[in-house]
């Protein structure tokens, strides 16, 4: 079964951290992935760099400028990845806009994936009735779950659309904004959590956007399965060589 | 009747188009799907937005027979003048449209992307007459380059603010608008100011500036006893005037269309915003159409003088013509603009924005036949580009 899948079966809440590959330096990638695993970290989502991320804000946007002068590139992320499957076990997610897929080859980026062993997609701006219609079966031909994402403006039958078409979990976004520009959840999210948990999906949902610290991720994994941190890492990347990354899970997951 | 350039039901013209979207702006662009149409074909809706183009954008402009120009190249040059609309530019038509758009569908916050300021100024203007509270974004760069339109923005009540992500030029002003827009789904509405963006933008503007064809029609038939002309030349930056100086002619394949891209210093030349040849199919802020990019797919940066048609992508219908070759593209460089834009001020007595001045650099780069009725649209007057005009000629000597 999909590495995603186990995860998501075993009793705990799970902890994502999403990071720009090529950032801070070229060569972080791999070193990255592993701290983050030896730290006790559920699942990675790895950010493939684009120019023009239209649904980040600027922490990731600044990562994957710096990313793209550093040098990365879809190629080289696959290289830096081919062994990652020797020493790490947590599932591993590719995230990144439609663009830089498009012009590596849908096919060739999938059964790249598949070969390196990365588990599932998170390609924000391609449009569910596209993924339906031209790439559902090449995603199952290569055993790649396909994430969606959700807003608190997504209706029900939407709602209801995206979890029949999922078969790993849903993507949360916990409010409506790009990453990183919330300070704290207020009643009006803590509401959204508790009504898409009353929905029942068959598909569990891990909550995005504004998470940065114990409190965040607890309020969010009241409900929800599990929670993603995106800009807050990078932010503490910034400032913290690749080794102190155990500080900074420490600081969520006591 | 069966169209062969108009928008199918998913949004594509051809093989370009669609709503490549994040989820976040889903509900926002659907609302706009459901109802752009509805509302476009109220009475009401048509009869506000035609009497604002009457008394206030002063439309129908012109169709003007240019005899010099027609003299010197030995055919029947038209000029439509839309830099004769309010605010100077074809502009204008579209921002009406949207902001009586907006008003509908209930929303009350306007935002808005700007390159040179045109768009912008268009947008405050707008905003201004419905009194509705206006964000522009404009790259940093382009507000320290363009401070007159910053200032009439500005003027006009509208808060501009600095895209300081990316190269803080117009593809990161428009980044920044959508991310607003994602932050403020519920109260906002984005007036795109081009055929760009996603489905339903790029039919709607068109739809918006369709007026300029519209009238074509009607005064040729006045003044040269028939409908339709030889060519319609227009430039393309993301390709508004175009899309509405061509809209009417799309399917009567007798019209032959030019669209005029910037070549910036020669299209091999590395600073160049030719997209139809320097370009591949991709995905642009929400559309799938010829855009800029690195081999590996990142989006590259455009040049050229005219900061109107410095945009690294086009829109999608303007993709599928040339796809199709239903529409002929020609690319013309700065030096080419500039000369075209001073040889019209001194044999026409109207002195064209830069971006125009580009269409007009085809009458030196094809022959015509003298019989030919050739309409060019005249998009925008040089007023903004007067510093331009006058560092490259040194006028001020």
């Known amino acids: 079964m999909n590495r995603i899948n186990n995860k998501l079966q075993e009793d705990k809440k799970i902890l994502s951290i999403y990071f720009t590959a090529g950032y801070p330096k070229l060569d972080d990638t791999v070193s990255i992935i592993k701290e983050l695993e030896q730290n006790g970290v559920d699942m990675i989502e790895i950010g493939l760099p684009f120019s023009d991320p239209l649904a980040d804000g600027p922490?990731?946007?600044?990562?994957?400028?710096?990313?793209?002068?550093?040098?990365?590139?879809?190629?080289l992320l696959f290289e830096q990845l081919a062994n990652i499957r020797e020493s790490v076990k947590i599932p591993l997610l590719i995230m990144g806009y439609f663009n830089p897929m498009m012009q590596f080859g849908m096919e060739e980026f999938c059964q790249k994936c598949a070969a390196i062993g990365i588990d599932g997609l998170i390609i924000p701006d391609l449009p569910l009735y596209v993924y339906e219609?031209?790439?559902?079966?090449?995603?199952?031909?290569?055993?790649?779950?396909?994430?969606?994402?959700?807003?608190?403006q997504t209706s029900n039958e939407r709602i209801t659309e995206i979890d029949t078409i999922s078969n790993s979990f849903i993507y949360m976004v916990s409010s409506a904004a790009v990453t990183g520009s919330q300070s704290g959840f207020g009643n009006e999210q803590i509401d959204y959590f508790k009504r898409i948990a009353d929905l029942n999906l068959k598909n569990q949902q891990i909550v995005g956007f504004g998470i940065k610290d114990e409190e965040t991720f607890n309020q969010a994994t009241k409900y929800q399965k599990g929670a993603i941190i995106g800009s807050a890492f990078i932010k503490y990347l910034a400032k913290n060589p690749v080794n102190m990354i155990k500080e900074f899970i420490s600081l969520i997951k006591k | 009747m069966k169209t062969k350039y108009a928008v199918d039901e998913y949004g594509f013209y051809g093989k370009f188009g669609g709503a490549f979207i994040p989820e976040m702006l889903?509900?926002?662009?659907?609302?706009?799907?459901e109802n752009y149409l509805k509302i476009m074909a109220e009475p009401s809706f048509q009869e506000e937005f035609n009497e604002l183009l009457k008394q206030y954008v002063g439309r129908p402009t012109p169709l003007y027979f240019a005899k010099r120009l027609s003299e010197k190249y030995n055919t029947k040059v038209y000029l439509k003048r839309e830099d004769l609309c309010h605010t100077g530019a074809h502009k204008v038509n579209n921002t009406i449209g949207q902001i009586l758009m907006a008003k509908r569908l209930g929303k009350t916050r306007i935002i808005a992307e700007t390159g040179a300021g045109q768009h912008g100024v268009a947008t405050a203007t707008v905003c201004a007459l419905m009194g509705l509270e206006c964000i522009v974004y404009m790259g940093e760069v382009d507000i320290k380059r363009q401070a007159p339109n910053v200032a009439r923005m500005k003027m006009l009540g509208a808060t501009v603010r600095p895209a300081t992500s990316g190269s803080r030029t117009l593809k990161d002003a428009t980044n920044e608008a959508i991310r607003d827009w994602i932050n403020n789904p519920v109260d906002t509405f984005y007036i795109i100011g081009s055929v760009v963006g996603p489905h339903p933008y790029p039919d709607m503007v068109a739809r918006f500036q369709s007026v300029i064809s519209k009238e074509i029609k009607t005064q040729l038939l006045e003044q040269e006893g028939k409908e339709n002309p030889d060519y319609v030349i227009a430039c393309v930056g993301g390709g508004s005037n175009a899309a509405g100086a061509f809209y009417e002619f799309l399917e009567d394949e007798s019209v032959k269309l030019i669209a005029v891209e910037a070549a910036g210093l020669g299209v091999d030349s590395g600073e160049s915003a030719a997209t139809s040849v320097l370009g591949k199919i991709g995905i642009i802020h929400g559309s799938k159409t010829l855009l800029m990019q690195t081999e590996d797919g990142q989006i590259t940066e455009p040049y050229s003088i005219s900061a109107g048609l410095d945009y690294p992508g086009v829109g999608p219908l303007h993709a599928h013509l040339h796809d199709s070759n239903r529409a002929e593209f020609i690319a013309v460089t700065d030096k080419e603009a500039m000369q075209s834009g001073l040889e019209i001020s001194k044999m026409e007595g109207i002195i064209p924005a830069i971006e125009t001045a580009h269409a007009f650099s085809v009458l030196d780069k094809k022959q015509f036949k003298p019989t030919d009725i050739v309409v060019i649209?005249?998009?925008?007057r040089g007023d903004k580009d007067l510093n331009t005009y006058i560092e490259y000629f040194n006028l001020s000597d």
């Open chain 1, 59 to 75: 922490t990731i946007q600044e990562s994957s400028t710096q990313a793209i002068e550093n040098g990365m590139t879809t190629s």
């Open chain 2, 377 to 380: 649209n005249l998009s925008g």
């Open chain 2, 26 to 33: 889903y509900p926002n662009v659907e609302e706009l799907k």
């Open chain 1, 133 to 152: 219609n031209e790439y559902k079966t090449l995603f199952e031909k290569y055993g790649l779950k396909n994430i969606f994402l959700i807003t608190p």
